[in-house]
């Protein structure tokens, strides 16, 4: 056979002997492994009655003969025991395929315990579980061990129990991990205590170290094949001129998951690749005992595509085609591979390498033949009187497509195959085009390039990153079009920065974590905190990358990711002490590498991780204990720079309080950048400060002070939530007031009901909404200053005019006017708008809703000119949605249209869901009465399904009524009174009184129009 033939010219180099060193100099750090426990059946039995020593032989052959699988692919014997042994892969070297290796040692090791004959010789039993571990070498002195410590090393060991005798089971989460290549069968499910969810298991039938590949991608997959276009024809270019009859090499070269198996897909996918013949030589970094060696596996591919199996037929063509080409020698070497005796006596006497070098000699001209067209191959085959196997199959003399994916794991016995294939495609003039896929070196250029990188003269397609919007075409077919999904989208986008498999597996985690529900294309946001959760997969495949570095390079990498997605070079030389020429030298490694990017020179020198994961799984990689430290350092650091050389200074002193777990600085700083983030309108950023900033105080003293600050925290954060549509801080907002009396302290009592009353008409409870304002003023001893007065009132002024006391609304915003006479123009006094904005633009619906024209134009202008005043973007979006409201209050909608079209932009802008219903539904209205009839409905469907999906109902009602009025424009009677229904429906049971006036009036006006029509319809029956 081949492994005879090749001789000392085989693989070289192979780390398989060296993969169980222990790693002395690695530390402690947490993995993503699988970890497997194999036990010897009834090994007491084995060694009863027997001398010790002869008990310790005994035993010991059989794990001498178990274990070998383990380095072969990879791993790491962690523990031996008397009788059996735990193994981990992906530690303490990671791998992206580690649940697939070792599935394939387990394969081995089941192999293992029987003879030549298959007869068992001994009897053991296998569980495999993955998962997080943290794993590190423990030494005393006196011994030392690897340590290798998670729930899925306990799960493996349960797993293990339960097997029966020369089987093996794995975890679900093994088989997750593992897209092609195991058969297993479903054996129920275990689970390691009452208070976890039970684990299904499933029984390994077998493992084949196989990737997925391109055809496999055909049908594992629906996701769109987003951008590409130039490369899609390019690809498709070069085919049609190697139909003509020129032949080509192609590498497509990109990073893991960039989409070069999609690309190669694309061209499958068409109708057009149906005249052309697949030869497909995928390479795998590891490889079974019994898997045929490369020369064989491209031999057997060659007899399959031609013959359809490897058959007697296929296997003479291929060695005859071998022999046309190249010689009687060549042929021998081909027939070797079969493992059938050479024909030409000279082929005894040849050593180990010129075998090779003729078998490789050999497939090259089977290849050629079976590119070579029609009518020569019909030719050269009578000349030799072979016979028409080949080309009744329709394979020969077709256009030949060799692709070989993951070329930068071929060994060099395969380069030399595709080099020589290579080399002689323009003198045989094949129709032939060799495509490989290959990722880029990956530690940049300095490192050893292995696998095939192409010939010199081949052509080479780099494939880069989706763009922005390719990215966001994607996620649209992915998720669909949602508008709980629009910050799930973003935050997607930002982590996986235009790599389609990141795109992919993140969003797998997030429906397998239940995050998401529904159908793709449909799906709804249901738990926002899963979204940050690492897929395994990716962690596996980043880690590899990071482990092929030194460990000095590697825990730079860590402590950069410690600081954030970006990080200041300065705030990274404090944190690891390093000198400048060090620091810069290792930034400009990983810079090359692949793992950074500068972003910024001045006013501070910056790098950014050039994926987000990467970032990610480089701090996931570190202990918690390890983190910790690490943030206060970055903490103390911090605290000797200013801001005009860190503009984010404030964010990051808040960020790394929080994980230091410094809870007093945590406070202080996260209640700082949260007062900031608010007023930059950066809402998210704000809700996320506010609420890390309370979760310190639960973990400080209770103090009187604290609980001051337990209120000022839960008011910002519910004030924070409440533009962006999360309505659900009113049980935080009712301990608040309960605190408040407990000091007591009226004037925080006074927000707390204050900031309760916003969320109340949030969810469309007027009534209760008004008796908080009211309980608020009423609380007033005297001692309430500016800020609380001015904030009771003009939350009540605009929450009467949702009950529809427009009067008294007037009334209570001209008070609130009064108290700010000019003065403070840009302070908010605790709203969520600059306080003159959130006066003056309610004063201007109050006003406009009891027909004062002049005044309510007036307060909207001024609402509008204080709110560019303040460049604050959310009081922008609140004053022109009101200036907006109120020209169509006032039947004057091609006035209205230009400020709803501006305060939509920064609705997206800043993530404001509460407002993005109301402002499509004035659109809506205000495109209806300027002739825009189809554009308006489509308003109406998307303002009413936002509306829906939310749990605040605030403007439901006024959409409602709108939707009717248009209804009833265009004679749709019967849906203008339906529409009336159900506001006059909800407004009752809400006490909008307004609300139920303008719905009675629509359908007296909807049946209006209808007896006019029946009365039109009477008179032309008379004539």
């Not at 006479?821 to 959130?838: I, K, N, P, S």
Request: with cysteine; charged share 25%; glycine share 8%.
């Amino acid at each position: 056979m081949a492994d005879t033939m090749l001789g000392t010219a085989r693989d070289v180099g192979r780390p398989w002997q060296d993969a169980s060193r222990l790693p002395g100099d690695k530390p402690r750090e947490r993995k993503v492994v699988t970890a497997m426990f194999v036990d010897i059946v009834r090994s007491s039995a084995m060694v009863a009655g027997r001398d010790p020593e002869d008990a310790d032989d005994l035993l010991l052959s059989i794990l001498n003969r178990v274990t070998e699988a383990v380095p072969r692919f990879e791993g790491t014997v962690t523990q031996m025991l008397g009788d059996g042994f735990l193994a981990t892969f992906g530690a303490p070297g990671a791998k992206e395929d580690h649940a697939l290796r070792a599935c394939l040692a387990a394969q081995d090791i089941l192999s293992s315990t029987r003879d030549e004959q298959g007869r068992p010789i001994f009897h053991i039993r296998i569980g495999i579980s993955s998962g997080d571990a943290v794993a590190h070498v423990m030494t005393n002195g006196l011994w030392t061990d690897y340590r290798a410590v998670g729930e899925c090393v306990h799960m493996a060991a349960k797993l293990q129990q339960r097997a029966a005798s020369d089987t093996a089971q794995l975890s679900r989460d093994t088989l997750d991990l593992i897209p092609v290549g195991v058969a297993v069968r479903p054996m129920g499910s275990l689970r390691l205590s009452d208070e976890v969810e039970p684990m299904p298991a499933f029984l390994l039938d077998g493992a084949r170290a196989v990737r997925r590949t391109a055809t496999d991608l055909l049908s594992a997959t629906d996701a769109p094949y987003v951008g590409r276009k130039e490369e899609v024809a390019t690809l498709f270019a070069i085919a049609d001129s190697v139909e003509a009859g020129t032949p080509a090499q192609l590498l497509l070269q990109g990073e893991a998951g960039i989409g070069k198996s999609r690309l190669v897909g694309e061209f499958l996918r068409d109708p057009r690749s149906r005249r052309w013949t697949l030869l497909q030589w995928p390479q795998m970094p590891i490889r079974r005992l019994a898997d045929p060696d490369d020369l064989e596996a491209v031999a057997l591919s060659l007899a399959e595509q031609v013959a359809g199996c490897a058959n007697e037929e296929g296997i003479g063509w291929v060695c005859d085609a071998a022999h046309r080409r190249f010689g009687a020698l060549a042929g021998d070497a081909v027939r070797a591979l079969f493992g059938r005796p050479g024909l030409d006596p000279l082929w005894n006497g040849l050593d180990a390498a010129q075998r090779l070098s003729l078998g490789i000699e050999g497939l090259v001209g089977a290849t050629l033949e079976l590119a070579a067209p029609a009518t020569s191959t019909t030719s050269n085959a009578a000349t030799s009187g072979d016979s028409a196997i080949g080309e009744s199959s329709g394979a020969v003399g077709r256009p030949l497509l060799v692709l070989v994916e993951d070329a930068h794991w071929a060994r060099p016995v395969m380069v030399r195959l595709l080099d020589r294939l290579a080399e002689a495609l323009p003198a045989s003039m094949p129709r032939l085009l060799l495509l490989a896929t290959r990722r880029p070196p990956p530690l940049g250029p300095e490192s050893q390039e292995r696998g095939w990188s192409g010939q010199p003269g081949g052509r080479r397609i780099e494939l880069g990153m989706l763009s922005p919007d390719q990215v966001q075409s994607f996620l649209e077919h992915w998720l669909g079009p949602d508008w709980s999904l629009v910050e799930l989208k973003a935050q997607v986008a930002t982590r996986c920065q235009g790599v389609p498999l990141y795109l992919e597996e993140v969003l797998r985690t997030l429906e397998a974590s239940n995050a998401i529900e529904g159908t793709p294309g449909a799906y709804r946001l249901i738990d926002p905190q899963v979204v940050h959760k690492l897929p395994r997969t990716l962690h596996a495949l980043l880690a590899e990358r990071m482990d092929l570095m030194s460990l000095e390079r590697r825990r730079l990498l860590m402590n950069a990711a410690v600081i954030g997605t970006t990080f200041d070079v300065g705030l990274l030389q404090a944190l690891t002490g390093l000198s400048t020429p060090i620091l810069s030298d290792s930034l400009a490694y990983l810079e090359r590498a692949g793992f950074v990017l500068r972003t910024r020179l001045l006013p501070n020198l910056e790098y950014s991780f050039k994926h987000a994961l990467i970032q990610e799984v480089a701090y996931a990689t570190l202990t918690k204990s390890d983190r910790r430290i690490l943030h206060a350092r970055v903490l103390e650091a911090l605290h000797h720079r200013r801001d005009h050389d860190l503009p984010n200074r404030l964010d990051l002193l808040a960020h790394h309080a929080f994980m230091a777990e410094n809870w007093s600085a945590a406070y202080l700083f996260g209640r700082r950048a949260g007062v900031r983030a608010e007023l930059r309108s950066r809402l998210e950023d704000a809700s996320r400060h506010y609420r890390n900033a309370l979760a310190a105080l639960d973990r400080c003293p209770d103090t009187p002070r604290d609980r001051l600050r337990r209120i000022d925290g839960s008011i910002a954060l519910a004030r924070a939530n409440l533009p962006r549509g999360l309505t659900d801080t009113n049980d935080l907002m009712g301990q608040a007031r309960q605190l408040s009396l407990s000091i007591p302290d009226v004037r925080r009592y006074a927000r707390a009901s204050s900031m309760l009353a916003a969320n109340e008409w949030a969810h469309g409870n007027i009534d209760d909404a008004v008796d908080h304002s009211r309980q608020g003023l009423q609380a007033d001893d005297g001692s309430f200053d500016l800020n609380t007065r001015i904030q009771l009132l003009v939350r009540l002024g605009g929450i009467l005019a949702e009950k529809g006391q427009y009067a008294e609304g007037r009334k209570v915003l001209k008070s609130a006017w009064d108290l700010l006479a000019g003065r403070h123009t840009r302070e908010r006094f605790g709203l969520a708008v600059v306080g003159e904005v959130g006066v003056c633009a309610n004063l201007a619906r109050n006003c406009a809703e009891i027909g004062f024209a002049q005044e309510a134009v007036k307060a909207a202008e001024t609402a509008v000119d204080a709110a560019e005043n303040s460049s604050h973007n959310f009081s922008r979006l609140f004053a022109y949605e009101h200036i907006g409201w109120t020209h169509i209050l006032l039947d004057e909608h091609e006035k209205a249209l230009p400020y709803l079209d501006m305060a939509l932009e920064l609705c997206d802008a800043i993530c404001s869901r509460l407002h993005k219903p109301f402002l499509l539904g004035a659109a809506a209205v205000s495109k209806m009465r300027t002739g825009s009839i189809k554009e308006s409905f489509w308003l109406f469907e998307e303002a009413l399904l936002l509306a829906r999906q939310q749990k605040g109902t605030a403007y439901l009602n006024q959409i409602h009524l709108w939707l009717g009025n248009a209804c009833l424009q265009i004679g749709n009677t019967d849906e203008a009174k339906e529409q009336a229904s159900i506001v006059q429906a909800e407004a009752k049971k809400t006490g909008r009184i307004g609300y139920v006036k303008k719905a009675i009036t629509l359908e007296a006006e909807a049946n209006l129009s209808v007896s006019l029509n029946r009365f039109s319809k009477n008179k032309i029956v008379i004539k």
